[in-house]
């Protein structure tokens, strides 16, 4: 019972830290937004190519939107938990009488909020200009359902790296792993139309399933083994990641 | 006689071949104002970071207030309280946020948390600052309200690691009351220092730790006394050509005192100080080498701490400055 005390109040820690200053969430719903709206707008014209489906290249590019939206909220988990360590605040936690365990898990659920949190914005921002939500209200929840799982396995990642290194420039170099995670997926063209090696590591890449999901989710309706891999991927991915917290926590504080 | 709150057997500390603790053994009273004393590097931090469960020691035995550190050690964290040498708060939290926090994570309902920061601002004067984020406040107010964090859950124990460097004289001062009153208030301080003025002015124990080893136990008086008389300091210029001083003054005192050289400084240690000085003034200016400046004062513990490891925890401080770490020079 102690423990789901100690975890509430580091969560609401963590919400915090990752929300101030207000300021500083900008630049995270000013990408998803910025990219949304040029690349939507640059490559309109690959809907004329045979086979591509979709009559709208801003309704297929809305689920990269919203994939973005879940990278950036969840990138700074990382170098918000470097922080702590650097300024040793992350040692008064540790020298306090409590579970060890609720500082990574009140983190995590603090960043599945952000992640949620940040998601709905950009689904707003997609909705007016233009973009669709086929599955509805119960479409918006699964997507902040999935956004809260990704977006947990994703700041695992950054987490572990400040961990591991306690370095902040290490920690921030995490950034670039976004880059290929979001580009090397069916971001900018449906995955029939890919081919070669590039088809082979889009299909290897974890982060594909999560937008192919969202795009189910505001694309083409409930397609349940679309959107069941999506949630499979996001929790598979989160076990490892977050196995990787947990074993960076222990050898960084035996 | 007070029970022991610290008993510290055997501690040893290595990463991988160096030592940063070396066999240290010792022990602190319930009540007691403790200070342990040594240059940066000397290994004060890793002994308090092990003490207060931070870190693993390699070997040895350390309880607080009756608790093994390793096999009870959220015990151990209840009875203590620990401002770190760089304060640690929460940059973007109040005053009051941080103080909240750490209450709830030390056991104290919402409410006892809340009013118990409440309490704690006023006491160390941050009242009208306590809303505010921390990332607002001086170095002298950010030191005090972490303070006030490690006494949140009224801890029987409170490691203090440099709780004033950094800190302007006026900060200092403010600091040092406020510690005395929580020692007087029944709280056992222990506190690593490189500043012999305040472990003089604050401690009733001590412990000079160099090089990972204790050298030294003691009172300030017994440590003090022990020096054997007055301290005269002599200043020379750059110019002087000291082997020559050296071998000169030691012929002066003769079996009279003792002496010890730190670059451009002497100190000479006496019960014969005053009636010393002419003579050593005479000297001195036959080889035309007259100091700039001369002193007698009363042995310091900074004159203990030379006289015991023959040299100034300056030379150390100088020496980190210009990037070398004295401890790895010393075991080269």
């Known amino acids: ?254 | 006689m007070a029970n022991c709150i610290v008993e510290v057997q055997d501690l040893v500390k290595r990463y991988g071949e160096n030592i940063a603790v070396d066999n240290i053994s010792f022990s602190v009273s319930e009540g007691d104002f403790f200070g342990f004393l040594g240059p940066n590097g000397a290994g004060k931090t890793t002994t308090m970071r092990i003490l207060a469960t931070l870190l693993r020691k390699t070997s040895g035995s350390v309880r607080i207030d009756g608790f093994d550190v390793d096999r009870q050690a959220n015990e151990v964290r209840r009875a203590i309280g620990f401002a770190m040498q760089d304060t640690s708060l929460d940059n973007l939290a109040s005053g009051y946020e941080n103080l909240q926090l750490l209450g709830v994570l030390y056991g104290l309902s919402p409410r006892e948390a809340r009013n118990r920061a409440k309490e704690l601002i006023e006491l160390v004067g941050l009242s009208k600052v306590g809303g505010h984020w921390v990332n607002s406040y001086s170095g002298g107010m950010r030191r005090r309200l972490d303070l006030a964090g490690t006494l949140m859950h009224h801890p029987k124990l409170l490691f203090l690691d440099e709780p004033t460097q950094g800190l302007d004289p006026q900060a200092r001062r403010m600091i040092w009351d406020y510690l005395r009153r929580l020692n007087l208030e029944g709280s056992t301080v222990f506190l690593t220092t490189h500043y012999m003025d305040e472990a003089d002015t604050l401690c009733r124990d001590l412990a000079f730790i160099d090089r990972g080893k204790i050298v030294r136990q003691g009172t300030p008086e017994q440590l003090k006394s022990e020096m054997g008389g007055d301290v005269i300091s002599l200043t020379f210029g750059q110019n002087v050509e000291m082997q020559n001083v050296e071998g000169k003054l030691r012929t002066t005192i003769g079996d009279l005192g003792s002496m010890t050289v730190n670059d451009h400084l002497i100190r000479i240690t006496s019960p014969h100080a005053k009636e010393l000085v002419p003579h050593l003034i005479q000297d001195l200016n036959a080889i035309q080498s007259a100091p700039l400046s001369l002193s007698i004062s009363q042995a310091s513990l900074e004159d203990v701490f030379v006289k015991l490891v023959g040299r100034s925890i300056l030379d150390d401080e100088a020496q980190l400055i210009k990037g070398r770490d004295p401890f790895v020079e010393g075991r080269r």
Request: glycine fraction near 8%.
């Open chain 1, 1 to 254: 019972m102690r423990l789901f005390y100690e975890i509430g109040y580091l969560f609401v820690r963590g919400l915090k830290q990752s929300m101030r200053p207000t300021a500083a969430i900008i630049p995270s719903l000013f990408m998803p937004a910025f990219f949304f709206i040029i690349n939507s707008a640059a490559f309109a014209g690959l809907t004329l190519l045979p086979g591509f489906g979709s009559r709208s290249y801003l309704v297929f590019y809305a689920p990269v939107a919203i994939l973005m939206a879940i990278f950036f909220s969840s990138g700074d988990a990382g170098i918000d938990m470097v922080v702590d360590i650097t300024s040793g605040y992350f040692d008064k936690l540790m020298i306090a009488p409590i579970h060890h365990i609720a500082i990574v898990i009140g983190k995590l659920l603090a960043v599945g909020l952000r992640a949620s949190v940040q998601t709905s914005i950009v689904i707003a921002i997609v909705l007016l200009s233009g973009g669709t939500l086929v599955t509805g209200f119960a479409g918006f929840l699964v997507i902040l359902a999935l956004g809260c799982l990704f977006g947990m396995a994703w700041s695992a990642i950054g987490m572990s790296i400040a961990l591991l290194t306690r370095n902040q420039r290490a920690t921030q170099s995490s950034f670039i792993l976004f880059f290929p995670f979001t580009f090397i997926t069916t971001s900018q063209l449906p995955l029939h139309l890919l081919h070669g090696w590039y088809r082979v590591a889009v299909q290897l890449n974890p982060a594909t399933y999560i937008l192919e999901a969202l795009r189910a989710l505001t694309n083409s309706g409930w397609k349940w083994d679309v959107i069941g891999h999506g949630f499979l991927v996001a929790l598979a991915t989160g076990i490892v990641t977050i196995s990787c917290v947990m074993f960076s926590f222990r050898r960084t504080y035996p």
